[in-house]
């Protein structure tokens, strides 16, 4: 079989003949970015073959890279086929989830009521006049007789006794005991809150005892390989049990690694982690479970269940206490999940009296309305264009990304993540791009690039050089291959523009069909809240300039960070929040978008940009 040698990661595999590049790299442990699943696409698997690959390029390889990449050997890791032994470039991934890891915590403080309990007992030793068996002696002095416990945590008491002179400590869930510890550990108590995304998976570390978030680790949801979005993952999941398992294992191995990061950065031991709280959208959330969530991608969109499941822990695999459980919250409907709940549940917007809207813009666009008579959510399809993706230069919220745009003094300025040279355009870039344009006249409200070549009076002299005709039609140069990373110019297409205007028109027309179903108007909304990492970083005059949001003063709009994770931590911490989190699916009313003639309606009215 012939060996790949991934460089500078110095990981090597060996693999079948015919293996893609993609799924050596991912056997080898390494993650290749990419967005369409190896479908040949999106061009961003590209990789550098050093050794073994003189193959002819394919025709997708010819598409996405230029003659002098495919002379320097490089090629699409998806596309290209291992025939013989290789050695392969990867270039290193730059860290897109440091913006999400610091949001964490957008709660000051959560309320500690935890659902597990630890108590310290020192016994009675026995002797011929008092033989109490083991059992009853430690239910007795909890003051607990009722409790139950299962033979094989029962099965290690008598020795943990006797070797620790009956000091030990009992930790209980509901009425059960579900571990013993020898001598008083009773102050150790924590749980894992986990936000599942589609892109990113985030894990908080709680100390159950304070409801204090102590750590946080975050890394790239590696069902990735299978596809961005999650139709692609459902795609993937119903060619059959395999390949569920393989969805299956890739989140479930992420979460151990974010574990087992967590351990290591507070020198906590795995066995005091006694619980997991997840959200995440209705298809992760089926996954994680190792679910089939085939009858999620046709209409109706119905999922296998949506109430709470709750799991242990070694029953899909996860490493902590091994009578440690997982729950994951309830979903509302086939696309309004979790993670919207999360959202709810973190803002309490379900306990508010004014009119308030959140919008968590992602892949799929989550919107919830409550007003004082109703609560209502639903989802929109808003595609990845606000993950940069579907952007000829998109690229996730890293280093390098153009994450802000602005006309200044005549001028375009862009501004990337942590200062460094340009390579690429992230969602918030892109946005600001947008409206930036916009407000330079040189797109117009349509959305279309000013005609420069039949208007040349409509562009000011200073961005003649920089409006340009480029392979897929007007293009404005927002960073010169001199000042780019990649060396090459980095540019906002028309197609750019229109995939934008897709996206954000899909977001507004889903806003507009709750508030016409809620009897009121745009006008009347007292607070729209932008929940997700997204919301955090985008620029709300940019998001108002592009007509995303709807057009209300600026001081309307606040941004709440994740307040999905922040839901899943507020469940952890507290029995009484994971209650009301059980029964808020009930009071939401979910509106299916897919069937709503107006839909179009609004989505065509809000696909133009507002008029400055
Ligand atoms: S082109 Fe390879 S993953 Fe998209």
């Not at 990061?261 to 995440?280: M, N, P, Q």
């Not at 008579?373 to 890293?398: H, K, N, V, W, Y």
């Amino acid at each position: 079989m012939p060996k790949v040698k991934f460089i500078p990661q110095n990981r090597e595999v060996e693999v079948e003949a015919g293996t893609t590049l993609l799924n050596a790299a991912d056997a080898a442990g390494l993650y290749i970015e990419g967005d369409c699943a190896g479908k040949g696409t999106c061009g961003k698997c590209r990789v550098k073959m050093i050794k073994g690959g003189d193959e002819e390029p394919t025709a997708a390889e010819k598409k996405h890279l230029s003659k002098k990449e495919l002379l320097g050997g490089w090629v699409l890791a998806c596309q290209r086929k291992i025939e013989k032994d290789a050695i392969v470039e990867v270039p290193i991934q730059k860290d897109a989830h440091s913006r999400k890891i610091t949001l964490a915590g957008g709660i000051e403080k959560l309320e500690a009521e935890p659902v597990i309990k630890k108590i310290h007992v020192k016994l009675d030793r026995p002797s011929v006049k008092d033989q109490t068996a083991d059992l009853e002696r430690l239910l007795s002095a909890l003051g607990k007789e009722d409790l139950t416990v299962k033979p094989r945590e029962l099965n290690t008491l008598p020795k943990m006794l006797r070797e620790h002179k009956f000091s030990v400590t009992a930790t209980i869930s509901g009425n059960r005991i579900i571990s013993f510890e020898p001598e008083d550990t009773s102050d150790q108590m924590y749980g894992i809150a986990f936000d599942i995304g589609t892109t990113t998976i985030v894990g908080s570390l709680l100390d159950l005892k304070t409801a204090s978030v102590i750590a946080v680790s975050a890394t790239t949801n590696p069902q990735n390989i299978y596809g961005a979005d999650v139709i692609s993952r459902i795609t993937h999941a119903n060619q059959g049990k395999e390949q569920l398992q393989q969805l299956q294992n890739k989140v479930i191995e992420a979460a151990n690694d974010i574990i087992k990061d967590l351990l290591k950065k507070t020198k906590i031991a795995r066995d005091r982690i006694y619980e997991i709280v997840a959200v995440g959208n209705t298809t992760m959330s089926h996954l994680f479970m190792g679910i089939d969530p085939t009858y999620l991608a046709p209409a109706p969109f119905v999922p296998v269940y949506s109430r709470a499941l709750d799991v242990g822990a070694t029953e899909i695999g996860l490493k902590i206490n091994p009578a440690g459980r997982v729950t994951f919250l309830p979903n509302i409907a086939g696309y309004v999940g979790s993670d919207t709940l999360g959202v709810i549940l973190a803002t309490k917007m379900d306990q508010r009296s004014d009119n308030c809207a959140a919008i968590d813009i992602g892949t799929n666009g989550e919107l919830v309305l409550k007003t004082r008579d109703t609560l209502m959510a639903c989802s929109t399809a808003a595609g990845p264009a606000f993950e940069g993706a579907q952007i000829g230069q998109g690229m996730r919220a890293a280093a390098g990304a153009i994450e802000a745009v602005a006309y200044e003094d005549n001028d375009i300025k862009v501004t990337t993540i942590d200062d460094v040279p340009a390579c690429g355009i992230c969602g918030s870039g892109l946005i600001d791009a947008a409206a930036a344009l916009l407000q330079a006249g040189l797109i117009e409200p349509s959305g279309r690039f000013v005609n420069f070549e039949e208007n040349p009076e409509k562009v000011a002299d200073h961005f003649k050089n920089r409006l340009r005709r480029g392979k897929t039609g007007i293009e404005f140069v927002l960073v010169p291959a001199a000042e780019s990373d990649i060396k090459e110019d980095i540019v906002l297409t028309q197609n750019d523009v229109r995939e934008l205007q897709l996206a954000k028109g899909a977001i507004h027309a889903g806003l507009m069909i709750l508030i016409k179903e809620a009897g009121i108007q745009e006008k009347d909304l007292d607070q729209v809240l932008l929940a997700g990492a997204f919301g955090n970083y985008v620029s709300r005059e940019s998001a108002l300039a592009i007509g995303l949001l709807p057009q209300l003063p600026i001081d309307k709009i606040k941004a709440v960070g994740n307040a999905a994770g922040d839901g899943a931590r507020v469940a952890l911490a507290s029995k009484s929040e994971r209650d009301r989190a059980v029964k808020l699916p009930h009071q939401v009313k979910h509106m299916e978008l897919s069937t709503r003639m107006d839909f179009q309606e609004f989505f065509i009215e809000a696909i133009s940009f507002p008029k400055i």
